[in-house]
């Protein structure tokens, strides 16, 4: 296949004077000016071939670009900004100029490169810098970069592309303060369960002298106090204690609606890490349920040092769109972005025509799947990630979407939603919480306002909970987030007053069954609260 070769404005100019003076000089009948054109073509095709040339020499001599990271797989936390280094060689005895280099990576990762032009000597390297910030949890993929490569004079340059990939895990925010620091040793020493949360109770250590209230035993009584001031009052004390506390997450593809970072399920993840930190740093043994359509995770319930990583790991990473059942490609699709992925290094003889232009989607006959899916197979252990095996409703997915996770290429939600299905997997999800041992005093669930449907299927297993002592709260998912991050960056085709209009229409509708559907989960006993709250809460409030 040939090397493609872009030309610069200097060498457009160039032929087009050519091509001028060629016609200047047939119609006046000059034949220098005629020469003196052809000349200037001549010298224009002899520095595109001069390029092409010299470019070749300095690939087989060597040229070539490294990640200086320790590892293949880096982890960050959500909206946080890492820097990367990256390295290009140039092993040839002349100087390379690079310029328009660029990072090529998936779409949630915001990756840009500190200098756009690079001037490499010869034998030497040039050490790049690359700003990665993470806008949504998950498993991603930078791929590598691309640049153009000049010599010469400079008029034509050959695009090339290193693909060289490193993957990126993306933590719930909390990973930047928490999972960073040191497990054990001299930290938790002093406190090997950590703080204790104090309620009060008949024993344990005195707290404070309060009004007495209907229901107060008289043994508690302060005479002494209460003579003093004219009133009765009572002393009240407190018991530490350690609870069980389950996190039960709504994971349903229409759930990521939105722009990345801004999207329900972003905040959802967020809130219950939160939530998870705050806990374990209480000493409470906290326990994870992940559902969808079905249930996608399930953690028990533990309190150990290393727990927050694993509910933080489990969050990220459980409620990805990579299965058939939750994704919007079909196998065809699927195929077609494995065939552009794997275009620049694998031999795709018999599947790629041989002018080597990649399919376009819904292009590839169905034949050729196999052929596709076997190639993939192949190079699976290439990618950052390892290639575990996704579940469909409990079958093994293809080798195509297994390719798309190796590599960390993100796969789109599917459209249709998962409400029926999600009710019920949140079904089971209570149902097992009430009946799991050790018995559960705590439990969140973090999914969008229960409407009539949704509230008839849950309202036995909700009103089951309370009546064996376990504390609900509902944490309610805002749609709000998603439409107010459109508004304020809406898409190039979308009129604004349309979008304000159609926004503010589907916030009052939201509006009115979410304050349905929290006085209905309040008759049952269940307490609602906005995503935000363990944020603003004090983690010393036993109400939390």
């Known amino acids: 296949m040939a090397t493609p070769v872009r030309a610069s404005v200097q060498a457009i100019g160039l032929c087009v004077a050519g091509l001028l003076m060629v016609a200047l000089g047939v119609a006046l009948n000059i034949g220098a000016t005629v020469a003196w054109g052809c000349g200037l073509w001549l010298g224009v095709g002899l520095a595109r071939a001069l390029t092409v040339f010299r470019i070749r020499t300095i690939r087989q001599a060597g040229f070539d670009m490294v990640w200086l990271e320790p590892a293949r797989v880096v982890r960050a936390a959500r909206n946080e900004t890492i820097v990367l280094k990256a390295e290009i060689r140039n092993h040839d005895s002349q100087a390379v100029h690079c310029r328009q280099l660029k990072v090529v990576a998936d779409s949630h990762l915001k990756a840009t490169l500190t200098a756009h032009d690079a001037e490499i000597p010869p034998q030497h390297s040039v050490v790049l810098e690359v700003h990665i910030e993470p806008q949504r949890v998950g498993r991603y993929g930078i791929h590598g970069l691309t640049l153009e490569v000049s010599s010469g004079p400079q008029l034509f340059s050959v695009p090339l592309s290193f693909p060289n990939p490193l993957g990126v895990e993306v933590m719930p925010h909390v990973y930047r303060h928490r999972a960073r620091s040191a497990l054990g040793g001299r930290s938790r020493r002093g406190s090997p369960h950590g703080l204790a949360r104090r309620r009060r109770g008949e024993g344990g250590e005195f707290s404070e002298i309060r009004e007495h209230q209907v229901g107060d035993p008289f043994k508690r009584i302060a005479w002494r106090a209460s003579a003093r001031r004219g009133k009765l009052l009572v002393r009240d004390y407190e018991l530490q204690e350690h609870e069980v506390v389950w996190l039960v997450l709504d994971a349903s593809v229409e759930l990521w609606a939105g722009l990345p970072g801004s999207a329900p399920l972003d905040h959802a993840i967020d809130e219950l890490a939160s939530l998870a930190d705050h806990h374990l740093a209480m000493g409470d043994s906290v ?123 993100s796969s789109p939600a599917r459209l249709q939603q998962d409400r029926v299905k999600t009710d019920h997997a949140l079904c089971l999800a209570l149902d097992k919480i009430s009946i799991t041992r050790p018995r559960a005093t705590r439990l969140y669930v973090c999914s969008p306002t229960p409407d009539a449907t949704s509230l008839a299927t849950m309202r036995a297993s909700l009103l089951k909970l309370p009546r064996r002592h376990v504390h609900i709260t509902w944490v309610r998912v805002p749609y709000e987030y998603a439409l107010d991050a459109l508004e304020q960056h809406p898409p190039q085709t979308a009129n604004a007053d349309t979008l304000r209009a159609v926004t503010s229409a589907v916030k009052i509708r939201m509006q009115v069954l979410q304050e349905h559907g929290e006085k209905s989960l309040r008759r049952l006993g269940v307490r609602v609260q906005p995503v935000g709250f363990a944020h603003r809460a004090t983690f010393r409030d036993p109400e939390l």
């Open 287 to 409: 326990g994870l349920i992940v559902t969808g359509a079905r249930v996608l995770s399930f953690i028990a319930p533990e309190s150990k040092p290393t727990s927050l990583g694993v509910l933080l790991e489990a969050l990220a990473f459980s409620a990805h769109t990579h299965d058939a059942d939750r994704s919007g490609l079909s196998e065809f699709e699927a195929a077609n972005w494995v065939l552009e992925h794997m275009a620049p290094t694998a031999p795709l003889s018999g599947i790629v025509p041989p002018n080597g232009t990649v399919p376009q989607v819904g292009a590839t006959p169905g034949h050729q799947l196999d052929q596709i899916s076997a190639l993939a197979r192949t190079r699976l252990s290439q990618g950052p990630f390892a290639a575990t095996a996704l579940q469909q409703s409990g079958q093994p997915s293809s080798p195509l979407r297994q390719y798309l996770a190796a590599f960390g290429i």
